[in-house]
């Protein structure tokens, strides 16, 4: 784990408005704009975007995004998973540390 890896691994599991943002009903992408963690990430010199996400409408109610961050030659991947209902919107209830892996799979047709 490298040193950014920590500093966001504090941010995003450790600390208290964390816990009060996952049991909010925003999406990250609007919480990323400049409001939430936006502005403390533009203070520590880390960089960010979204890589890859999967949910919402006529997806079930499985809802994940995956966002890098990078500070110099230093790169994080955090994957933060929930779920989404029409009615409510999403909730993400963990976040974690990723990196992408390659596989190959089989399929029969």
Request: charged content about 30%; proline content about 1%; glycine content about 8%.
């Amino acid at each position: 784990m490298n040193t950014l890896s920590k500093e966001l691994t504090d941010l995003f599991v450790d600390d208290e408005k964390n816990s009060e943002m996952m049991n909010d009903d925003c999406y990250y992408r609007s919480y990323y704009s400049m409001a939430g963690y936006g502005k403390e990430l533009t203070n520590m010199v880390v960089a960010f975007k979204e890589m890859d996400s999967y949910g919402g409408e006529d997806c079930g109610s499985e809802y994940w995004c995956v966002w890098e961050f990078t500070r110099g030659d230093e790169v994080a991947r955090f994957k933060f998973e929930g779920w989404y209902a029409s009615y409510d919107g999403a909730t993400f209830e963990q976040v974690f540390e990723v990196n992408p892996v390659q596989k190959t799979i089989t399929v029969w047709e």
